[in-house]
């Protein structure tokens, strides 16, 4: 079978490889859909910290089973370990040895794919493409979940990429007042005429953003701030955005080292969280929306192309200009 492989940074290459073979406890995917997110731009251009090559990426996937009565599923491709101290306190999408299918070990950019029965989630009604955006949307729904996030408080997301599109929309369910921040037009507008956001800031300065947020709470600051932009500023901003008594989440990652004025935390008496992956009651939160018309899953995939045009597009999805929200690979 044809498999799409990243063989060092910046090269991507068809090749055959086996066929999965049946094992106990595990069943073979016929992959259908997969989703392109920025960790495997990032994982493309070398920049991802824990990534070894060759790799085969592709984490947000959907399939049918071989085997199996035609129904579509769609996979949690976070492998947690099971007997862990966080997979034994309910959190195996923070499990100290995780694999993640498409990260540390090969993912989904083949035809067939051998994933664990654990993994497996039966898709309902929904359809291949609905089913491999159930991933990127739950690690937004994973982090609002962590802020506790309450009907009628504003909460501002920082980012409107991908994952920050996908905590939008939870927030907005879990009944928020939604505030977004990006130094993109194109997103922002995206966010306003797609989403429903009702209050959208464009980043120029730190002064100039934390006024817009006074003007929109009327004074009060928002109670939660989440993070989905990983940039190391806004991270350090982010803290001066947030009331006091406020969460803030981090939902992007970072590579260096973050600081905070101590008191400017301390005043606030700051709850300050990571968000990490999700969890299966992530993804049952998602479907669930996506069932019931709360989200429209389809409104984020501004890109499609089949699995033999991926190899040369690829490379394309990094300009910004491009305006890639959700790109799709179709097998
Ligand atoms: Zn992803
Ligand atoms: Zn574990």
Not at 230 to 249: F, K
Request: hydrophobic letters at 40%; charged letters at 20%; proline letters at 5%.
């Amino acid at each position: 079978m044809r498999a799409l492989i990243c063989s060092t940074p910046g090269k991507l290459e068809y090749k055959e490889v086996p066929e999965p073979q049946p094992e106990l406890g595990r069943s073979i995917l016929k992959i259908r859909k997969v989703g392109i997110c920025g960790t495997d731009l990032h994982a493309f251009q070398g920049t991802q910290p824990f990534f070894h090559y060759p790799r085969i990426l592709g984490h947000e996937l959907s399939g049918d089973l071989v085997g199996g009565t035609g129904e579509a599923y769609t996979i949690m491709p976070y492998y947690s370990c099971g007997h862990c101290v966080a997979c034994l306190h309910g959190k195996p999408n923070c499990c100290s040895s995780i694999q993640v299918c498409g990260v540390h070990i090969d993912g989904g950019m083949v035809e067939y794919l051998s994933v664990p029965d654990s993994a497996l989630i039966p898709g309902g009604r929904l359809s291949h493409e609905a089913l491999a955006l159930v991933e990127p949307l739950a690690i937004g729904a994973h982090g609002v979940r962590r802020a506790g996030v309450q009907p009628g408080e504003y909460v501002l997301v920082m980012g409107a990429g991908p994952i920050g599109l996908g905590t939008m929309a939870f927030a907005s369910i879990a009944g928020a007042k939604v505030i977004t921040l990006d130094v993109n037009q194109h997103r922002l507008d995206f966010c306003r005429e797609r989403l429903g956001v009702m209050h959208t800031i464009m980043s120029i300065s730190e002064v100039a953003t934390a006024d817009d947020l006074r003007h929109i709470t009327a004074g009060q600051m928002p109670t939660v701030v989440i993070d989905c932009t990983g940039n190391l500023g806004a991270i350090q901003h982010g803290l001066s955005y947030l009331a006091h008594g406020g969460r803030y989440v981090l939902i992007g990652l970072q590579k260096a080292a973050f600081s905070f004025s101590h008191p400017e935390f301390h005043k606030r008496e700051t709850t300050l969280m990571s968000s990490r992956n999700a969890t299966k009651e992530d993804f049952e939160h998602v479907m669930h929306s996506m069932r019931s018309g709360l989200v429209d899953p389809l409104t984020f995939i501004t890109h499609r192309v089949s699995f033999d045009e991926v190899g040369k597009e690829f490379k394309g999805w990094l300009d910004p200009a491009k305006g890639v929200i959700k790109a799709m690979v179709e097998l």
